[in-house]
T-cell receptor
Framework: AQSVDQPDAHVTLSEGASLELRCSYS??????LFWYVQYPGQSLQFLLK??????VVKGTKGFEAEFRKSNSSFNLKKSPAHWSDSAKYFC????????????FGKGTKLSVKS | EAAVTQSPRSKVAVTGGKVTLSCHQT?????MYWYRQDTGHGLRLIHY???????EKGDIPDGYKASRPSQENFSLILELASLSQTAVYFC???????????FGEGSRLIVV
């Protein structure tokens, strides 16, 4: 079985601060990991992914994430945060080499105060 | 830019009625997915498909059927709609495993 946990339902910070959104996963083999963002009233958009190789991956809008196999995490980071980053962020896992089942976490709602 | 279109975008259905949500993609993607989004649950996978004429059960398939008559089209069918199926439904597609998922705009379903 595969699962994704985003332990923080809400995160609030001030513009200019550093943001880190947490994501942990459960899967016995090598995972494919993704981050997607959903702006208010919109659908989801791709931010970045980790498939293999370099454990720090960079994505769109200045975001990056670090894959840590040791503690099964894939945290999303950005510095500095901007008010326009306010949105809901979803971490997702695909069992590598499987039939492409893609499981999402519950999401973290980020509010950046200007 | 990948295009995934859903219809209807919004619907009010009566309990016990039949509802069909349609999804169409124009990018020759092999994989298609149906998710529902609820407050407190995030996105949950209902059904998915990686080839025409074949569908797979996701994490919450009960009460839903799926149909993939062609590579471009993927439908979600609620034979007997229930109040608990009130949600926003997203269709998504991608080319193959490990690739970026492209989402439709969502279909808001209210069952009364």
């Amino acid at each position: 079985a595969q699962s994704v946990d985003q332990p923080d339902a809400h995160v609030t910070l001030s513009e200019g601060a550093s943001l880190e959104l947490r994501c942990s996963y459960s899967y016995s083999a090598a995972p494919y990991l993704f981050w997607y963002v959903q702006y208010p009233g919109q659908s989801l958009q791709f931010l970045l992914k980790y498939i293999t190789g370099d454990t720090v991956v960079k994505g769109t809008k200045g975001f990056e994430a670090e894959f840590r196999k040791s503690n099964s995490s894939f945290n999303l980071k950005k510095s500095p945060a901007h008010w326009s980053d306010s949105a809901k962020y979803f971490c997702a896992l695909e069992a590598g080499g499987s039939n492409a089942k893609l499981t999402f976490g519950k999401g973290t709602k980020l509010s950046v105060k200007s | 830019e990948a295009a995934v279109t859903q219809s209807p975008r919004s619907k009010v259905a009566v309990t016990g009625g039949k509802v069909t949500l349609s999804c169409h993609q124009t990018n020759n993607h092999d994989y298609m997915y149906w998710y529902r989004q609820d407050t407190g649950h995030g996105l949950r996978l209902i059904h998915y498909s990686y080839v025409a004429d074949s569908t797979e059960k996701g994490d919450i398939p009960d009460g839903y059927k799926a149909s993939r008559p062609s590579q471009e089209n993927f439908s979600l069918i609620l034979e007997l709609a229930s109040l608990s199926q009130t949600a926003v439904y997203f269709c998504a597609s991608r080319q193959f495993s490990g690739n970026t998922l492209y989402f439709g705009e969502g279909s808001r379903l209210i069952v009364v």
